[in-house]
């Protein structure tokens, strides 16, 4: 992935500790795509805000097709505190992956995350910072569900109704993780630099703030209201494809545990009966042997398996190895579940005496933990390296 990184810095006021709210600085990281419209009246807005009360930065994390970042250029000549402009020609990870490098550059003990539409209001992020001084917190997020919080700047009754949805199926998957967070949507929060581990973040789309929860969860968490604002210019990023992009996020937050992806590795397994039934039904209606027919239609469920496997079970470790590799590895081992489900049968039955039921029962249980332990084991995991080997490990 390639970058391009500007700085443009203007001095930094020299404030005293008694002009400050809580001690501390922050680097405000705001990710940005085709936002030009809404440069200019962020940072007047950060600049009335924020300054005076804490010192800052202003990193823009920019995976713009238009003139976003010269606008970020000529606008930042006006501001008092310095602006960092990290444009990505590849958006990986989408704005939270854009998030991820903005923390990475941070320079300062805080980092508040704030989009670019001038949604969320400047003005809070002291209070976000000194909240989490008082309290101690490592997380702050800035809340529209509790007193004092609004989510009027929501255009429309249906994208209200799908951010309460969205709301109420992550709490309702992760209660410990999102245990006193009432707003894990909210791209509004503060979080120490030193509670960000960067290398277990798996970013996909928007919603940074479930990944931040749900991977490094913080010991201690504060809220803050805050009113979501009407956008000041251009149109909402939100689409169905960033939705199906949420659920695939969700799914890989949910299945991150052996226990829970052996879980979705069963009921995708389960699944694969409709096509290997279809496949079945349409091979022997045109004359073909059921023998052969049903040696076939189980590619189906196997070709099948492999697609639902490949995009929410181990979508992040897909780059150990080709797709072909991964698709031969996968369908070997399918099919030797077959092979093998047999014998074990016979054994069961013969040699310890189990009824005919109770051992494909067994035969079934046996199979499907191996089948699991091997598409992780020689599927997914990544190859081992010979010894003496060096492997370039990426700073943080």
Not at 206 to 230: D, H, M, N, Q
């Amino acid at each position: 992935m390639s970058h391009e990184h500007t700085e443009y810095s203007a001095p930094v006021p020299d404030l005293s500790a008694a002009q400050l709210a809580e001690p501390g600085a922050v680097t405000i990281v705001v990710p940005t795509f085709n936002e030009s419209a809404n440069i200019r009246q962020l940072l007047h807005r950060i600049t009335e805000s924020v300054p005076s009360r804490l010192p800052c930065e202003v990193v823009f994390v920019d995976d713009s097709t238009d003139d976003t970042p010269e606008v970020i250029r000529d606008a930042a000549r006006d501001c008092p505190f310095p602006v960092t402009v990290l444009h990505r020609e590849e958006p990986v990870g989408g704005l939270g992956g854009a998030v991820v490098e903005g923390m990475r550059t941070a320079g300062s003990d805080w980092i508040v995350v704030m989009d670019g539409d001038c949604q969320h209001p400047p003005s809070l992020v002291p209070e976000l910072v000194a909240t989490g001084e008082r309290s101690n917190a490592a997380l702050v997020v800035a809340s529209r569900y509790i007193k004092g919080g609004s989510r009027a700047g929501l255009a429309g009754s249906y994208r209200v109704a799908v951010s309460r949805g969205a709301t109420w199926l992550t709490k309702s998957l992760f209660p410990r993780k999102l245990h006193g967070i009432s707003d894990p949507m909210s791209g509004f929060f503060a979080i120490r630099r030193s509670a960000v581990t960067a290398d277990v973040l798996k970013p996909l789309g928007y919603k940074i703030l479930l990944e931040l929860a749900v991977r490094s969860r913080p010991r201690a968490v504060g809220e803050v209201p805050f009113v979501f604002e009407e956008r000041f210019a251009g149109e909402s990023k939100s689409s169905a494809r960033e939705g199906f992009r949420f659920l695939r996020h969700l799914v890989g937050l949910r299945t991150a545990s052996p226990v829970a992806r052996m879980v979705g590795f069963g009921l995708i397994g389960a699944t694969g009966f409709l096509p290997n039934l279809l496949g079945l039904w349409a091979l022997t209606a045109a004359g073909v042997h059921y023998v052969p027919a049903e040696i076939l239609a189980n590619q189906f469920g196997v070709a099948w398996n492999f697609v639902l496997i490949e995009h929410l079970l181990f979508r992040d470790r897909r780059a150990h190895r080709r797709w072909w590799d991964r698709a031969g590895r996968f369908a070997l081992l399918a099919n030797a579940d077959l092979v093998l489900r047999i014998p074990l049968i016979a054994l069961f039955v013969h040699r310890f005496g189990m009824g005919a039921l109770s051992a494909t029962a067994l035969a079934l249980v046996t199979t499907f933990v191996v089948r699991f332990a091997g598409t992780e084991a020689l599927v997914y995991l990544p190859r081992r390296r010979p010894r003496g080997s060096r492997t370039a490990r990426r700073a943080v």
